[in-house]
């Protein structure tokens, strides 16, 4: 008998069905977004894990300027987006809580680059994320999600500069609800992680 028609299946290797599978992070302090991004731009159903926030949360978490939130990720979010016809990018988008944050090496282990989320109106809390997505070395964009609120006050050299962020370390503003804004940022990463790797290779 033909041996290649001897099994019920032939198995189809990986690149022919899924193209190329990138993991990109999405991190940020509590409330500020990462659960909505990766929903807006994930062309499957996320996979979530949001529970709803018990009295744990009381004095913990900063709700002031999110007060409709009710849940908190537990685990983390999971999405895909394609980014061209042959490369997907899988989102991890990290768990906000500090409680939670052991479960930060599976959403950073094998990260092409990292979202950092900021929310101008509480900058420090995205500053574990930021020294953590530094001290794995990832390249990482930093978005400001505007959160309907037009800031007049801080331009993106002034979040900048609280960050103290590297120069060349691309900095935007987005709305997380939004699908094309998302999109953007995550060209963006893309984009950088790109410019990085010539540079290496012009250093080399
Ligand atoms: N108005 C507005 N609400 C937002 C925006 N991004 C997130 N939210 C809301 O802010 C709350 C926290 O968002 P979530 O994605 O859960 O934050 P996470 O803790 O970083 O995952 C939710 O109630 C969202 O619906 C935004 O850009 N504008
Ligand atoms: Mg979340």
Request: with cysteine; aromatic share 6%; proline share 4%.
């Amino acid at each position: 008998m033909d041996s290649a028609t001897s099994y019920e299946a032939t198995r189809v290797p990986l690149p022919q069905t899924a193209g190329r599978g990138v993991k990109v992070a999405v991190a940020g302090g509590f409330g500020v977004g990462k659960t909505t991004f990766v929903g807006a731009v994930s062309e499957i159903t996320p996979l979530r894990t949001e529970a709803e926030m018990t009295a744990a949360s009381i004095g913990t978490d900063d709700l002031s300027a999110t007060p409709s939130k009710t849940t908190t990720t537990v685990a983390f979010d999971f999405g895909r987006a394609a980014l061209t016809e042959s490369t997907v990018l899988y989102l991890f988008g990290a768990p906000g809580q500090d409680r939670f944050k052991f479960l930060w090496d599976t959403v950073l282990n094998g990260a092409l680059g990292a979202v950092v989320l900021v929310d101008t109106r509480r900058v420090k809390d995205c500053f574990t994320s930021l020294d953590r997505v530094e001290d794995e070395q990832l390249p990482y964009v930093v978005a400001h999600n505007v959160f309907d609120h037009e800031d007049q006050e801080h331009s993106l050299d002034d979040i900048r500069d609280a960050l103290q962020m590297a120069p060349g370390v691309p900095m935007l503003r987005c709305d997380a609800r939004d699908r094309q804004s998302v999109r953007g940022v995550l060209i963006a990463l893309v984009q950088h992680v790109l410019d990085r790797a010539a540079l290496r290779e012009a250093d080399a």
